[in-house]
């Protein structure tokens, strides 16, 4: 998962987002409204971290530029401002959620996995495929009821995959997804990787898999048979 932040207090930005890559999110900072439309708009985020009270640009200005530029991905307003006005006015301009300062950081963990899943059509923190699930609360797959050992990587790519379930995803959107545009590897790392997945994957389900290639464009993860189903 893939978080942006754009809040001008720094410690507090810091501390937010040393608590979220702990969580096993990738996060980039900004700390003007500018820098963080910016990137809002170069990179494909699962959600945005919005601050009302920036130094150069309001909170809610970014939120409306955003949405008028077609940017739809998920925004959470994260602000000490408590007017019940204002809530009202950021969620009419476009927001998913609205948080009050200070904040649990637990709580924000929480709604922000909630308001991913509920943005990528998922009612509940359990994702099935197959016989695989993935569990995106505790961060477990598992597959034939058996765990699904990843490495961190690893499990960014398949939680990115669930996520995206039915579409194709390219190799430089998962390069961005795992790196975020500092010191990318070789996009040859993505096919490694999901090798690997693959490997494991066919080892617990009895050789079904999931993840398939489509050629010159990426990966797309569905089960084996849900395209006969669907046809």
Not at 71 to 93: A, H, M, N, Q, R
Request: charged share 25%.
């Amino acid at each position: 998962m893939r978080v942006l932040i754009i809040d001008d207090d720094k410690p507090f930005n810091q501390g937010i987002s040393f608590f979220l890559k702990s969580q096993g999110m990738t996060v980039d900072s900004a700390y003007s409204g500018e820098d963080g439309s910016a990137l809002a708009r170069l990179y494909d985020y699962d959600i945005i971290i919005l601050d009302l009270m920036l130094p150069d640009v309001p909170g809610y200005e970014i939120l409306k530029y955003l949405r008028a530029s077609g940017v739809d991905t998920p925004v959470l307003i994260l602000s000490g401002v408590l007017l019940v006005t204002k809530k009202i006015e950021c969620f009419g301009y476009g927001a998913d959620d609205y948080v009050t300062k200070p904040c649990d950081k637990n709580e924000l963990s929480a709604r922000i996995q909630a308001i991913v899943r509920r943005s990528r059509g998922h009612a509940h923190s359990i994702i099935r495929v197959g016989q695989m699930e993935i569990n995106l609360g505790t961060k477990v797959v598992t597959v034939g009821g058996k765990t699904l050992h990843l490495t961190s990587k690893e499990y960014a790519l398949v939680e990115l995959l669930c996520l995206r379930r039915g579409m194709t995803i390219s190799k430089e959107q998962f390069l961005n997804h795992l790196y975020g545009g500092i010191d990318e590897p070789e996009m040859k790392i993505i096919d490694v990787f999901l090798c690997k997945i693959r490997r494991k994957i066919e080892k617990l389900s009895g050789g079904e898999q999931y993840i398939q290639t489509v050629w010159g464009r990426g990966y797309i993860l569905k089960a084996e048979n849900e395209d006969r189903r669907s046809a």
